[in-house]
């Protein structure tokens, strides 16, 4: 079984930053995507960014683009998302997953999700 861990969320002021990890633990997930997800109160679970095993390609929702960077150390089986000038609308709990085959853009194309970790931006 593959296990994720969400940590570093928290309170930041809108403007500022923070950094998510996650990690994972049963077995390697370098060969595949992983992806991180949002979901504000009251909407859907919305795409965030995901990469690739060598951490080269990457893909980003436009609401994050320019702000947000996803990146990942394959050593310490991490998945990292950077998050700078953050917007009271990037509110949310934030999830990682490890993508399961088809469109990155889709949760249901997702599995072995993490339990999430709230990230709250205040204006």
């Known amino acids: 079984q593959v296990q994720l861990v969400e940590s570093g969320g928290g309170l930041v002021q809108a403007g500022g930053s923070l950094r998510l990890s996650c990690a994972a633990s049963g077995r390697t997930f370098s060969s595949v995507y992983m992806g991180w997800f949002r979901q504000a109160p009251g909407k859907e679970r919305e795409f965030v960014a995901a990469i690739n095993w060598s951490g080269v390609t990457t893909y980003y929702a436009d609401s994050v683009k320019g702000r947000f960077t996803i990146s990942r150390d394959n050593a310490k089986n991490t998945v990292y998302l950077q998050m700078n000038s953050l917007k009271a609308e990037d509110t949310a709990v934030y999830y990682c997953?490890?993508?399961?085959?088809?469109?990155?853009?889709?949760?249901?194309?997702?599995?072995?999700w993490g339990q999430g970790t709230q990230v709250t931006v205040s204006s």
């Open positions: 997953a490890v993508n399961r085959g088809g469109s990155l853009y889709l949760p249901e194309r997702y599995h072995y």
